[in-house]
């Protein structure tokens, strides 16, 4: 069955620097999607993606955050100038279509660790 | 804006038992999902079970079971035969199409040998 596939699996990142996360959606999928769990907390809405443009953002995905889809399969996440309280598991997803028939699909998730 | 609630942090039975797992929500909106994911120690987050809020018949899958009551904005879920593999978070999850999905809190369930 194929498989939403994030990269790296922990990410490991000094305060102030950026990091990438990366997806590879599955391949017929056309919407995609970034979630955040802190520790212990629940999972937070992000950001969604749609036809090479954000169509819904949370309150969380400030400047700090930026999202693209660089070469048509994979999809990333950017997070510029990292402070401690990004530290979380990031998944993404993906889904085929708009209607809930068409269920988003987890990737295992990003663990970033801010120092 | 639509919240969802699991009151239930914790629980724990044995196996074979029956286990629910409780969920209320909030919205306004008349057409949306509803979804149970399980999260294992693992990290991922699988879906159990999804609903439409327009459709009466209560989902199955195997012996993954819901309760919705949408006059109620309840939608609880039902494990039976539970097994070790059952162990995880899960969480409860509501969504209007394609957009974003809104979780619970999530209930840890133990099941115990």
């Known amino acids: 069955e194929p498989e939403v596939t994030q990269t790296p699996s922990h990410q490991v990142t000094q305060m102030g620097q950026e990091v990438i996360l990366r997806c590879v959606p599955i391949s017929n999928h056309l919407y995609f999607y970034w979630y955040r769990q802190i520790l212990g907390q629940k999972v937070e809405f992000l950001v969604s993606f749609y036809n090479n443009e954000i169509s819904e953002k949370s309150e969380i995905f400030d400047d700090q955050f930026s999202v693209e889809r660089p070469d048509g399969s994979n999809f990333t996440l950017k997070i510029r100038s990292t402070k401690l309280e990004d530290s979380a598991m990031y998944f993404c997803a993906s889904s085929e279509a708009t209607t809930g028939n068409q269920p988003q699909h987890f990737g295992d998730g990003t663990r970033l660790s801010i120092l | ?113």
């Not at chain 2, 629980?11 to 797992?21: C, G, I, N, P, W």
């Not at chain 2, 969920?23 to 991922?44: G, H, V």
Request: charged share 15%; glycine share 4%; aromatic share 12%.
């Open chain 2, 1 to 113: 804006a639509q919240t969802v609630t699991q009151s239930q942090p914790e629980m724990s039975v044995q196996e074979a038992e029956t286990v629910t797992l409780s969920c209320t929500y909030d919205t306004s909106e008349n057409n949306y999902y509803l979804f149970w994911y399980k999260q294992p120690p693992s990290r991922q987050m699988i879906l159990v079970i999804r609903q439409e809020a327009y459709k009466q018949q209560n989902a199955t899958e195997n012996r993954f079971s819901v309760n919705f009551q949408k006059a109620a904005k309840s939608f609880s879920l039902k494990i039976s035969d539970s097994q070790l593999g059952d162990t995880a978070m899960y969480f409860c999850a509501f969504s209007q199409g394609a957009q974003k999905l809104v979780f619970g809190q999530g209930t840890r369930l133990t099941i115990n040998p």
